[in-house]
């Protein structure tokens, strides 16, 4: 249960801000080395629960895991 409410914390926390990019086209104020490396320890989030079998934390990195994607891609595109 604690997983679970902390999973859906943590994913929606991402969602202001890829709002935000989407609308303004703005990342100059991200840095392009933290969601690089957040990104990739999302995806290894996302191994790890597989590995275990435990559907809340790989539910929770999956959707986490594509909006920061997102936010990347963004800051990619028009640095």
Known sequence: MIGTIAGILTTVA???QVWKVIR???TSSLSL???MLQTTGIFLWIIHGFRIQDMAL???NLITFCLAV???GYKLKYK
């Open 58 to 60: 790989l539910m929770a």
């Open 24 to 26: 303004t086209k703005d």
């Open 70 to 72: 997102i936010i990347l």
């Open 14 to 16: 991402f969602v202001p």
């Open 33 to 35: 080395g933290m969601y």
